[in-house]
């Protein structure tokens, strides 16, 4: 029987297919019109719902899924676990969010989905709608990092710990996205699915290959 950390990003995968092959296709959900709308003021489209200081936090928190955002969570993790000797595993981090990026950007060229536009958006936008990049790369790198940094840790409690602040922000960063106006849930949906995926197998694959190869590297004169 398959374990839980092997079936669920395959479960996932499957369901980033699906998906994806159905937005390809050029056909749509009808939740994703009514979910858009639903945080949008009913006498005017293109004002988000919530007072401003709301709207002002939810740009702060979509930020966070940036590649800027990311970016340097990812530096900070791989530096932590460099400086802490687990430098097969900083390097693995690395790679897995890099080669992430590259999917990411290969894949909104490839389907091409055009953004939501029945509602204003409330941030810039500068690639195709799916999948949504924020939810894939925050899914991707946050889930590796807390991977990565319980494979190091070797604690069940820590491990534990990264992952629900790891989901925490996955979400908000999510919903963000479609409170702006600048996804369609379906996007950030696939999204999730993907960096689900993605982590998964990072973490099963690669990062035990690193912690592997740690394990067989001489302990360093103290």
């Given at each position: 029987?398959?374990?839980p950390?092997?079936?669920i990003?395959?479960?996932?995968?499957?369901?980033?297919?699906?998906?994806?092959?159905?937005?390809?296709?050029?056909?749509?959900?009808?939740?994703?019109?009514?979910?858009?709308?639903?945080?949008?003021?009913?006498?005017?489209?293109?004002?988000?719902?919530?007072?401003?200081?709301?709207?002002?936090?939810?740009?702060?928190?979509?930020?966070?899924?940036?590649?800027?955002?990311?970016?340097?969570?990812?530096?900070?993790?791989?530096?932590?676990?460099?400086?802490?000797?687990?430098?097969?595993?900083?390097?693995?981090?690395?790679?897995?969010?890099?080669?992430?990026?590259?999917?990411?950007?290969?894949?909104?060229?490839l389907?091409?989905?055009?953004?939501?536009?029945?509602?204003?958006?409330?941030?810039?936008?500068?690639?195709?709608?799916?999948?949504?990049?924020?939810?894939?790369?925050?899914?991707a790198?946050?889930?590796?990092?807390?991977?990565?940094?319980?494979?190091?840790?070797?604690?069940?409690?820590?491990?534990?710990?990264?992952?629900?602040?790891?989901?925490?922000?996955?979400v908000?960063?999510?919903?963000?996205?479609?409170?702006?106006?600048?996804?369609?849930?379906?996007?950030?949906?696939?999204?999730?699915?993907?960096?689900?995926?993605?982590?998964?197998?990072?973490?099963?694959?690669?990062?035990?290959?690193?912690a592997?190869?740690?394990?067989?590297?001489?302990?360093?004169?103290?």
């Open positions: 029987m398959l374990q950390r092997i079936l990003p395959v479960a996932a995968a499957f369901a980033f297919l699906a998906l994806a092959l159905f937005i390809a296709s050029g056909r749509s959900f009808a939740f994703d019109r009514s979910l858009v709308l639903l945080f949008r003021e009913a006498g005017d489209l293109s004002m988000p719902v919530g007072p401003a200081w709301f709207r002002e936090a939810m740009r702060d928190v979509t930020a966070l899924g940036s590649f800027v955002g990311l970016g340097l969570m990812t530096i900070a993790a791989s530096l932590t676990l460099w400086f802490c000797r687990h430098r097969p595993l900083a390097l693995g981090l690395v790679l897995t969010v890099v080669s992430a990026t590259f999917v990411s950007t290969g894949l909104k060229i389907i091409g989905r055009d953004r939501p536009d029945i509602v204003e958006h409330a941030a810039l936008t500068f690639t195709a709608s799916f999948p949504s990049g924020h939810a894939f790369l925050s899914a790198t946050l889930l590796s990092i807390a991977g990565f940094v319980g494979l190091a840790a070797r604690r069940d409690d820590i491990t534990q710990l990264c992952i629900w602040l790891a989901w925490a922000m996955i908000i960063i999510g919903i963000s996205r479609v409170y702006l106006g600048v996804h369609w849930p379906t996007d950030v949906i696939g999204g999730w699915c993907l960096g689900i995926a993605w982590s998964g197998v990072a973490v099963a694959l690669l990062g035990r290959k690193m592997q190869a740690e394990a067989l590297e001489p302990t360093p004169p103290g």
